[in-house]
């Protein structure tokens, strides 16, 4: 069985959201995914690059996302990189859910979301460089 890659770059913009979405539903389409599947890995995708671009830079100038999509077999791997200020979302504990919304702290549903969605989440710091790894077995 081969496997199958696919690569895109976005800038560190909201803006850059509707493309990705675009790219993903291509892809879905392109790699036969199951549609409840493709929208979960939009919204694991969408959460993570909006964390990317609101809190991983301090400054205002242009930076590129790069992510890769592999499917191998029944395995799928994206790989979200970026050179922003080194953040590990894996140390992240999750919120306590059985909090009302008034009661619960600010942040960290996203990253919860991710963990919950996808059935393995890892983070290391290489070469100057966040890298997430999400794999969801299909």
Do not use: C
Not at 15 to 38: F, K, R, S, V, Y
Not at 62 to 68: A, F, R, V
């Amino acid at each position: 069985m081969e496997i199958k890659h696919k690569h895109l770059s976005v800038e560190n913009k909201i803006e850059e959201l509707p493309a990705l979405t675009a790219m993903l539903e291509q892809l879905a389409d392109e790699w036969d995914l199951n549609p409840g599947l493709a929208m979960n890995l939009n919204l694991v995708i969408e959460e993570a690059i909006t964390n990317v671009v609101f809190y991983a830079y301090d400054d205002k100038l242009p930076h590129l996302i790069d992510i890769d999509f592999e499917l191998d077999g029944n395995e799928l791997v994206i790989v979200i990189s970026d050179d922003g200020t080194p953040f590990d979302p894996t140390k992240k504990t999750d919120p306590d859910i059985s909090l009302s919304v008034d009661d619960r702290q600010v942040g960290g549903l996203g990253i919860f979301l991710i963990r919950k969605i996808m059935d393995k989440v890892s983070y290391r710091r290489e070469n100057k460089k966040n890298i997430l790894t999400l794999v969801k077995t299909l």
